[in-house]
């Protein structure tokens, strides 16, 4: 069987252009069923670009992209909630419109909502009158509202704090393992693709191609606090794939 008939995403030989400047060179990257892949490279190398590129949202200018699950969502970095409806409502916006019955559609938003932790008076409140966090939360209860089998994650949960961040990295490992669902997870923390990721991808410093790619060992849900430091030290200060993703994060910390 080839690589592709396995693989709910592949992308062969995609590059990208705007406005005349490549952003993206030569990207092959092909994602199993059921595997979750962390995206993480410099900022500014392409890595929102190739997503946009895979879920369709950009036509490529050159290469192949091939998707074999049934139905994708995306969360993207900002929560993009509709400011005029309720939370409830832009969680119900991730339906289809013809699906299901009012009652049916009632328990899928209720329970999508308890799992990103949002009760009824948060569901009947506004954008503006949520936190940060929330909006976040009703984004990602608005993305794994409709079923999808796979999922866009594009440094979701970079505005989260600490313990909130850690709560959706549980809710991620939880739904992959349990839902079989393949995801391209966009990170720059790599602590956090340590934690939650099957295979850690890098894209070369310019972006214009796959770096390399790592498996971690452990299922996601297996890795304590300890053994993600001890991983992500490691690769760090003895793995040369992951020596620019060290330099950002000096810049970073600059
Ligand atoms: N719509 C666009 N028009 C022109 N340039 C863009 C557009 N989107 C992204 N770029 C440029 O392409 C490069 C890659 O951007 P992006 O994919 O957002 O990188 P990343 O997500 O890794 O930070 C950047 O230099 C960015 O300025
Ligand atoms: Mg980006």
Redesign the pocket.
Known sequence: MGREAMSVLVLENVGHA??GRT?LEEIDLAIAAGELVALV??????????AHIAAGLVEPRKGRVTRNYRRHAVVFQEPRLMPWATAGDNIALGLAPSSAGRRQRRLQLQSVASRVSLNAEDLAKFPSQLSGGMRQRVAIARALVADPDFVFFDEPFTALDVALKRRMQDLVIETVAHSGLSSLF?THDLAEAVRIAHRIVVLDRS?RGIAGSREIPLSPGLRDDRTVFEIAQALLAGDALFAHVNEIDERMRA
Not at 42 to 49: A, L, N, V
């Open positions: 705007f406005l952003v490279g410099p900022s500014g190398s392409g890595k929102s670009t190739l966009i972006g």
